[in-house]
Nanobody
Framework: QVQLVESGGGLVQAGDSLRLSCAASGRIFDINSMAWYRQAIGKQRELVAN???????VNLDSVEGRFTISGDFLKKMVYLQMNNLKPEDTGVYYC???????????????WGQGTQVTVSS
């Protein structure tokens, strides 16, 4: 079994910072990529940032310059540093890893349960 657990969410004021963490555990043979998504109430889940061993990419224009993704493939950890938070950043943040689970024959996407981020104005 593979499990992803996010932490670090909370209620903050506009302008504050948060650092989200996501830890993967279980029978993992390899991780190809790691990513953060978010979903606001009534909206579709959207890709915030993703990374491979070669590059990191911030995919959402609205967070460019404020959010940074980082991670450690050996430690099976991914982080999202969020600075200068705005009310529109409110939502549930999910980590996703494209992993090869031991005992299987291919990479697959695995998701965490999500962590709530609420930014008050």
């Amino acid at each position: 079994q593979v499990q992803l657990v996010e932490s670090g969410g909370g209620l903050v004021q506009a302008g504050d910072s948060l650092r989200l963490s996501c830890a993967a555990s279980g029978r993992i043979f390899d991780i190809n990529s790691m990513a953060w998504y978010r979903q606001a109430i009534g909206k579709q889940r959207e890709l915030v940032a993703n990374m491979t061993r070669r590059e990191t990419v911030v995919n959402l224009d609205s967070v460019e310059g404020r959010f940074t993704i980082s991670g450690d493939f050996l430690k099976k950890m991914v982080y999202l540093q969020m600075n200068n938070l705005k009310p529109e950043d409110t939502g549930v943040y999910y980590c996703k890893m494209d992993m090869w689970q031991r005992g299987t024959t291919a990479y697959a996407d695995y998701w965490g349960q999500g962590t709530q981020v609420t930014v008050s104005s």
